[in-house]
């Protein structure tokens, strides 16, 4: 395979968006997992929580360093990689763009100030009001940006005429057609996926250390945060379904590898496909598809035939959406399992296998973010901008990509390096335990 430019430049910017996603993730999911903790620990009068809390914000500022690093980046490979996509778009879409770094600021000063006035506060719940608005600003951050991809998706605020951009509109811009369903499964799956990490830290330690109360009081409140989210990420992931049907029916069919319009659509499970569009080897869910896009098993979905070649996504987006929606499933089913044991007293919600279970529903979440993500920007080729400009015609045409390709890896292995190596010392320097009789002598809070 020749690597042009074009090819070099969506390699890079894939590999950055890759790795910011997963700090991306973090930033807009742990906030509310900190609030949730401390207003608990406020609540009840549990140490337990509140040193929850205060352990997953230490933590937390350390992705956010990170995640700036890769956030700038991202930045810079727009102008950079994409000259002629910023030079319609960027005159477009500003307003979000200016706005996310707002965000991103406006939490950072609370983030700061909620980390220093730890028992500094004579009333407790002065101090938890600071989570909202790092809350409110992490929300913020994942709209604003996010508005920026949905108007990828579904342009509008602007007219070119003779090559130049006219008429431009910010707010109709972001507030497109595509912004209210992606911001939702954003937002969802973000929460989603960190209360699932953190479960999945918390039963990783109770299978060496069966009898922590603090890991099992964690654990419980980030399943049943996990089940919540979970849910609501399906039926984010449901209304994205019916959006696509209406809106991006390409994406949709090359996801389920459906070429004929019809009613009573077959939704296809995996399997392989031959160069003659012959599917072999899936699950077939009979008339499901038409069902997923319009609530109705007569819902005609338009198949891919009705698109010229060269306006097709590629088919291999099929596995990354069986891949989503598969992982969603198994979280899905792990945390309304865990919950289940756990109202359901003859049930030991602390089994090895669950627990092993809800430790491979992290990593696993995680990985449906990034899946999601590759389906969400592939399956919009071969367009940059949908309707106005392919990826080919948006990419730079210097010869330096390549360099710059292996300079951002490097720098993205030492980050990842440096993230999990202060991540890991500064907890198994420090175990919760021993911090909790530390801070909390007496077994409770004032």
């Not at 909202?132 to 992490?138: A, Y």
């Not at 918390?202 to 069966?210: C, E, M």
Request: net charge negative; with cysteine.
């Amino acid at each position: 395979m020749e690597f042009d430019s074009v090819m070099l430049s969506r390699l890079l910017t894939a590999t950055t968006l890759l790795f910011h996603v997963i700090f991306a993730t973090i930033g807009v999911g742990v906030p509310i997992m900190i609030a949730i903790a401390e207003f608990l620990g406020i609540k009840r009068k549990d140490p337990h929580y509140l040193l929850l809390a205060r352990r997953w914000a230490r933590g937390y500022t350390i992705t956010v360093a990170v995640g700036v690093v890769t956030g700038t980046a991202i930045a810079l490979q727009l102008s950079l990689l994409w000259p002629s996509f910023m030079q319609v778009a960027g005159q477009v879409i500003a307003l979000p763009l200016f706005m996310e770094t707002f965000a991103f600021f406006f939490e950072a000063i609370f983030l700061g100030i909620y980390l220093y006035t730890w028992d500094r506060f004579k009333n407790r719940w002065m101090h938890f009001l600071l989570t909202i608005p790092i809350v409110l600003g992490s929300f913020m951050s994942a709209f604003f940006i996010t508005t920026v991809n949905a108007f990828m998706n579904t342009p509008q605020g602007f007219e070119i005429v003779n090559g130049e951009t006219v008429n431009i509109d910010p707010l109709a811009a972001m507030f497109n057609p595509a912004t209210p369903v992606k911001v939702f499964h954003v937002v969802a799956s973000s929460y989603m996926t960190i209360a699932l990490i953190l479960a999945a830290i918390a039963a990783f330690t109770l299978l060496r250390n069966k009898g922590s109360i603090y890991h099992k009081k964690a654990l419980r409140l980030t399943m049943i945060s996990a089940l919540i989210f979970t849910a609501a990420t399906t039926f984010a992931g449901d209304l994205s379904a019916k959006f696509l049907a209406e809106n991006q029916p390409e994406k949709l069919a090359a996801a389920e590898w459906h070429f004929e319009t019809e009613t009573n659509a077959d939704l296809v499970m995996f399997g392989t496909i031959d160069e003659n569009g012959e599917i072999s080897n899936a699950i077939r869910i009979p008339s499901a598809l038409s069902f997923l896009a319009g609530n109705s098993f007569d819902t005609e979905v338009i198949g891919l035939n009705e698109f010229p070649e060269d306006e097709r996504p590629p088919l291999w987006i099929h596995y990354m959406f069986d891949l989503m929606v598969s992982i969603g499933m198994y979280s899905l089913f792990i945390s309304g399992l865990f919950v289940l044991f756990m109202i359901v007293k003859r049930f030991n919600e602390w089994n090895k296998p669950l627990l092993w279970g809800i430790v491979a529903s992290g990593p696993l979440a995680m990985l449906a973010v990034e899946f999601g993500w590759i389906y969400a920007e592939v399956g919009r080729q071969p367009w940059i901008l949908r309707g106005y400009m392919k990826v080919g015609e948006a990419a730079t045409t210097s010869t330096d990509v390549g360099v710059a390709l292996a300079l951002f890896i490097g720098l993205y292995a030492f980050l990842a390096f440096f993230c999990v190596t202060v991540l890991i010392k500064m907890f198994k320097n420090k175990p919760a335990e021993a911090e909790l009789e530390q801070r909390f002598p007496k077994g409770t809070i004032d």
